[in-house]
C-alpha cells in the first residue's frame, strides 16, 4: 500500500502546483484518493496503521484543505480540515509534525474568525505554544482579532496585502464581508440614506469596485437614486445624512441636488454637520492610506 500510495500523493501534489494547473482534475483526484482513504480507513487516522501511509494519507488530506480555500468551497475546507484534526492530536508520538502545520493551523484560526466564531478562536488559540504563536502564518489571524476588537477596520482591510499564501485570500475576504456587514448595520440604524462615494469609502471599496458595492446595496435592500447618486435605507428612522454629507464637501457644486434633499422633507440638524464631516473626512484619510 505504502509504494502505491505514495505514488499518489506525488501525482496528486505536482498537479497541485503545476502554475496554471487544472483544478477540476485536481478535484478529481482528490475525490478518487479520498474515497480510498476511506476505504482504508487510513482517512480516520488509525494509530495501528503503516506510518508512512498516515503521513501520505495526512499530506493528501492537507492538499485537499489547500485546494478547497484556492477553489472557494468553504463546505469542502471545513470537511479537510475536521478530517485533519486526529492526524494532528492523536499520532503526535506515531509520525512526525506536518511541516504544513503551521499553514493549516493558521487557516484554522482565520476560518473560526472569518465565522465569527470568537469562542472557539480563542479555545484553539490557548491551545498553542508560545513558538507557534510567532509564526507568520498564525500571527495573521491573531493581529486581524486584535484589529477586530480595536475597530480597526482599515488595518483589516489592508492585511490582504500581507497574505502569505493564496489560501488566506479567500478566507480574508470572507472576513471582510463581516466587517463591511458590521459597518453596513450601524449606518443603517443611524442614518436614512448616505452619497454612494460616501458608502464605497467607509464600506472600503474601490473606486472601480462601483459594481460590487451596488451588488452589496442590494443585498441589504438599500435603494440607490442614479440622479443623486445617493443610498438610501428604508427601514431607517434617524435623520438624514445625504443633506450634510452634500453641504460639507468641498467638491460638489451640486445645489439642485441639496435643494432636492431638502424638498423631500429631509430636515438640517447640528448632529448631522457635527458628525458626518468628521466621520467622513476621517474615512478619506483611511482611504489615502489604503
Same mark, same amino acid.
Given at each position: 500500500?505504502?509504494?502505491?500510495?505514495?505514488?499518489?500523493?506525488?501525482?496528486?501534489?505536482?498537479?497541485?502546483?503545476?502554475?496554471?494547473?487544472?483544478? /477540476?482534475?485536481?478535484?478529481?483526484?482528490?475525490?478518487?484518493?479520498?474515497?480510498?482513504?476511506?476505504?482504508?480507513?487510513?482517512?480516520?487516522?488509525?494509530?495501528?496503521?503503516?506510518?508512512?501511509?498516515?503521513?501520505?494519507? =495526512?499530506?493528501?488530506?492537507?492538499?485537499?484543505?489547500?485546494? @478547497?480555500?484556492?477553489?472557494?468551497?468553504?463546505?469542502?475546507?471545513?470537511?479537510?480540515?475536521?478530517?485533519?484534526?486526529?492526524?494532528?492530536?492523536?499520532?503526535?508520538?506515531?509520525?512526525?509534525?506536518? #511541516?504544513?502545520?503551521?499553514?493549516?493551523?493558521?487557516?484554522?484560526?482565520?476560518?473560526?474568525?472569518?465565522?465569527?466564531?470568537?469562542?472557539?478562536?480563542?479555545?484553539?488559540?490557548?491551545?498553542?505554544?508560545?513558538?507557534?504563536?510567532? /509564526?507568520?502564518?498564525?500571527?495573521?489571524?491573531?493581529?486581524?482579532?486584535?484589529?477586530?476588537?480595536?475597530?480597526?477596520?482599515?488595518?483589516?482591510? =489592508?492585511?490582504?496585502?500581507?497574505? #502569505?499564501?493564496?489560501?488566506?485570500?479567500?478566507?480574508?475576504? =470572507?472576513?471582510?464581508?463581516?466587517?463591511?456587514?458590521?459597518?453596513?448595520?450601524?449606518?443603517?440604524?443611524?442614518?436614512? @440614506?448616505? #452619497?454612494?462615494?460616501?458608502?464605497?469609502?467607509? +464600506?472600503?471599496?474601490?473606486?472601480?469596485?462601483?459594481?460590487?458595492?451596488?451588488?452589496?446595496?442590494?443585498?441589504?435592500?438599500?435603494?440607490?437614486?442614479?440622479?443623486? &447618486?445617493?443610498?438610501?435605507?428604508?427601514?431607517?428612522?434617524?435623520? /438624514?445624512?445625504?443633506?450634510?454629507?452634500? &453641504? &460639507?464637501?468641498?467638491?460638489?457644486?451640486?445645489?439642485?441636488?441639496?435643494? @432636492?434633499?431638502?424638498?423631500?422633507?429631509?430636515? =438640517?440638524?447640528?448632529?448631522?454637520?457635527?458628525?458626518?464631516?468628521?466621520? +467622513?473626512?476621517?474615512?478619506? &484619510?483611511?482611504?489615502?492610506?489604503?
Amino acid at each position: 500500500m505504502s509504494v502505491d500510495l505514495q505514488q499518489s500523493l506525488s501525482e496528486l501534489q505536482q498537479l497541485f502546483d503545476a502554475p496554471g494547473g487544472s483544478r /477540476d482534475e485536481v478535484s478529481k483526484r482528490l475525490a478518487k484518493l479520498k474515497l480510498e482513504l476511506a476505504q482504508t480507513g487510513l482517512y480516520f487516522a488509525p494509530p495501528t496503521a503503516n506510518p508512512q501511509d498516515l503521513v501520505a494519507a =495526512r499530506s493528501i488530506l492537507e492538499i485537499g484543505s489547500f485546494h @478547497s480555500l484556492r477553489s472557494g468551497n468553504l463546505k469542502s475546507y471545513a470537511q479537510y480540515n475536521f478530517a485533519l484534526q486526529p492526524f494532528y492530536l492523536n499520532l503526535s508520538s506515531i509520525i512526525p509534525e506536518s #511541516p504544513n502545520r503551521p499553514i493549516t493551523l493558521g487557516l484554522h484560526l482565520l476560518a473560526l474568525l472569518s465565522e465569527g466564531l470568537l469562542t472557539e478562536f480563542h479555545t484553539l488559540l490557548e491551545t498553542l505554544k508560545v513558538e507557534q504563536l510567532s /509564526d507568520i502564518f498564525v500571527k495573521l489571524p491573531v493581529d486581524l482579532e486584535k484589529w477586530l476588537m480595536e475597530g480597526a477596520y482599515n488595518k483589516v482591510y =489592508r492585511a490582504k496585502d500581507r497574505v #502569505p499564501r493564496e489560501e488566506f485570500g479567500f478566507l480574508l475576504e =470572507r472576513l471582510m464581508g463581516t466587517v463591511r456587514g458590521q459597518i453596513a448595520s450601524t449606518i443603517e440604524t443611524s442614518y436614512p @440614506s448616505l #452619497p454612494l462615494k460616501s458608502a464605497a469609502t467607509l +464600506l472600503f471599496f474601490k473606486p472601480n469596485e462601483t459594481s460590487q458595492l451596488n451588488e452589496f446595496a442590494q443585498s441589504r435592500g438599500w435603494e440607490l437614486s442614479p440622479s443623486q &447618486q445617493v443610498y438610501t435605507f428604508p427601514n431607517s428612522i434617524k435623520p /438624514d445624512i445625504a443633506l450634510a454629507a452634500l &453641504q &460639507q464637501s468641498s467638491e460638489t457644486k451640486n445645489t439642485s441636488a441639496v435643494l @432636492s434633499l431638502e424638498k423631500g422633507g429631509i430636515k =438640517r440638524g447640528t448632529p448631522m454637520v457635527n458628525m458626518v464631516g468628521p466621520a +467622513l473626512k476621517l474615512a478619506q &484619510q483611511l482611504e489615502a492610506i489604503v
